[in-house]
């Protein structure tokens, strides 16, 4: 016959320090640990952090100021380069460069002024065009008298000769202004300005 074996808390009842020990721990569960990190938190956590990074994007871009080689505030200057010209320059080429303006009316950028410069001294007197070469539209040909002088003190294919949608006062002995004759029409919207061409004769 198999003999029945006491219980371990019945055999520790005459033992004061094992009657503790079972009094208090016996058949106790450890509770298990509380997870920090609840699975269902972690899509409404990575959309909070998306959501600040956006804002925060947003804010940025609206802060920054665009300054293109023109130096003012809001306007963008592209499309820099040289365009060939006739037997008269003698400067490997006529630089332009080209600045545009954000419109709130057009809601883009548009062309505001063209700059030529490094025009030798010996187209000093002729007539000097511009043409506008647009996509899916014509060609736009704008034409200025060169002077024969800028100043006194400024050398000639230092000087800046200036197409512009608008009559404008110049700010620098330096420039000399294209607008007597033909204004830059409007709008003229960078996306569709192919590139530039300068003839003088």
């Known amino acids: 016959?198999?003999?029945?074996?006491?219980?371990?808390?019945?055999?520790?009842?005459?033992?004061?320090?094992?009657?503790?020990?079972?009094?208090?721990?016996?058949?106790?569960?450890i509770a298990p640990m509380a997870r920090s990190?609840?699975?269902?938190?972690?899509?409404?956590?990575?959309?909070?952090?998306?959501?600040?990074?956006?804002?925060?994007?947003?804010?940025?871009?609206?802060?920054?100021?665009?300054?293109g080689n023109s130096g003012s505030p809001g306007q963008i200057s592209l499309a820099v380069g040289k365009a060939p010209t006739v037997a008269c320059d003698t400067q490997s080429g006529v630089n332009t460069d080209t600045i545009s303006s954000w419109s709130n009316s057009y809601t883009d950028f548009t062309l505001q002024k063209v700059n030529l410069s490094n025009v030798d001294a010996t187209c000093a007197g002729k007539t000097l065009t511009l043409v506008l070469y647009l996509n899916n539209s014509t060609s736009q040909s704008l034409t200025c008298s060169l002077p024969a002088t800028i100043a006194a003190s400024v050398t000639y294919s230092q000087a800046t000769?200036?197409?512009?949608?608008a009559s404008f006062a110049t700010s620098s002995v330096n420039e000399w202004p294209c607008t007597t004759v033909n204004l830059i029409p409007t709008p003229v919207y960078m996306a569709s300005l192919a590139g530039t061409a300068v003839q003088i004769l």
Do not use: C, E
């Open 37 to 67: 990190h609840d699975p269902k938190r972690k899509p409404i956590v990575l959309i909070a952090i998306w959501a600040a990074l956006s804002l925060t994007g947003v804010a940025a871009a609206v802060a920054i100021t665009v300054t």
């Open 161 to 165: 000769f200036t197409f512009a949608t």
């Open 1 to 29: 016959m198999q003999r029945k074996l006491p219980r371990r808390k019945d055999v520790a009842q005459n033992d004061s320090a094992m009657s503790y020990f079972f009094d208090n721990f016996d058949d106790q569960k």
